[in-house]
């Protein structure tokens, strides 16, 4: 398998993992578009990997931790203030709020805790892989599940 085609089966599946991971539609492109470009660069030592697939997660994720990490995400994320004027014709307000609810406990996590319950419940991962990826041991990714599902039903209660 060449990059194009490997990018071509796996870009879909990045993208969405890449949104769980920031919460932002835009900021997971970009991610995953820096994250593709480091792939096509370094493509011989992807492609002799046992499983370029999960060298490639990885990757991204390692990409992820280092864009969180930086001060470069305050100077260049941008938010439209709310158009206060503007009233909303239908309501969605039930879901709309269950779901913004849910990606505001999520933001809350830790990096490691989020990647970790992403890569189990959105990627249906083993904690062996999820180990791997994440570049630590398997009781360390059993430890980030369990202190993530813990912060998150305390939150539940809150509400």
């Known amino acids: 398998m060449d990059y194009a085609e490997f990018a071509d089966s796996r870009l879909a599946a990045l993208s969405r993992?890449?949104?769980?991971?920031t919460g932002d539609p835009h900021l997971a492109q970009d991610l995953v578009q820096e994250t593709m470009v480091r792939v096509q660069l370094n493509w011989r030592r992807v492609s002799k990997a046992d499983s370029p697939d999960r060298y490639v997660r990885r990757m991204l994720t390692n990409q992820y931790f280092d864009w969180r990490r930086g001060s470069w995400l305050r100077r260049?994320?941008?938010?439209a203030d709310p158009d206060e004027g503007?009233?909303?014709t239908v309501d969605h307000a039930e879901a709309t709020a269950d779901r913004d609810q849910i990606w505001a406990w999520l933001s809350r996590l830790p990096r490691r805790q989020r990647a970790a319950l992403?890569?189990?419940?959105?990627?249906?991962?083993?904690?062996?892989?999820?180990a791997e990826i994440l570049g630590c041991a398997v009781g360390t990714v059993r430890a980030s599940i369990s202190r993530a599902l813990t912060t998150l039903r305390a939150q539940l209660v809150e509400v």
């Open 118 to 130: 992403v890569l189990r419940f959105y990627e249906d991962l083993p904690d062996a892989e999820i």
């Open 86 to 88: 503007v009233a909303a």
């Open 76 to 79: 260049v994320l941008l938010r």
């Open 17 to 21: 993992y890449a949104v769980m991971l």
